[in-house]
């Protein structure tokens, strides 16, 4: 198989899960809304007074995307949306402050998005010899026109690998 197919093989692999991913997010937001919207009426119901507050439950967490790599390596990660607006828009990801600062892109950056269409964008960064092993840096992308959803974003650097020494005989 040429390098060429397998490039495509793992494009496509890439896509598909991150559409699968993406799809069991939004059947869970969905699944926890319509149930929070269930217990909310049966608490309305309900004739006894609340004995305290209580706790409602919250959209899903979406666990963040990890960018971890040893200082001056490349650590990437990627996510997938779809454009649902109705319409083709503009798709360009916002990256937050302490990211930028930390030299985070995302790309593709402007694309052209056809109302249902995939698109899957990448996260690129490359931890600095000057930021501590192990400390993190924490923030946000989100990509506006196709809703207001931020998933957390994580730049890590590791530890750097070992040099295994060359046997000679």
């Known amino acids: 198989m040429s390098n060429s197919q397998m490039k495509d093989l793992f494009s496509q692999a890439m896509r598909l899960n991150m559409k699968y991913y993406s799809g069991l ?3 869970t937001k969905d ?4 149930l929070r919207d269930l217990a909310e009426q049966g608490a309305a119901k309900a ?3 609340a004995s305290g507050p209580r706790a409602q439950p919250g959209a899903p967490a979406i666990q963040p995307l990890i960018l971890a790599a040893a200082a ?3 650590a990437t990660a990627s996510f997938a949306v779809t454009n649902n607006t109705g319409q083709d828009v503009a798709a360009d990801p916002e990256i937050s402050d302490s990211l930028k600062a930390a030299g985070v892109v995302a790309e593709p950056a402007g694309r052209m998005v056809a109302h249902g269409e995939d698109v899957v964008f990448t996260l690129k960064g490359r931890p600095t010899s000057k930021m501590k092993l ?3 840096v924490h923030g946000t992308v989100s990509v506006r ?3 207001d959803r931020e998933i957390p974003v994580v730049l890590r ?3 750097a690998a070992a040099k295994t020494k060359a046997k000679t005989s």
């Open 25 to 27: 997010f939004d059947v």
């Open 31 to 34: 699944y926890l809304g319509a």
């Open 47 to 49: 004739s006894a007074p």
């Open 72 to 74: 001056g390596k490349d």
């Open 134 to 136: 192990d400390q993190d």
């Open 145 to 147: 026109p196709f809703g």
């Open 157 to 159: 650097r590791l530890h």
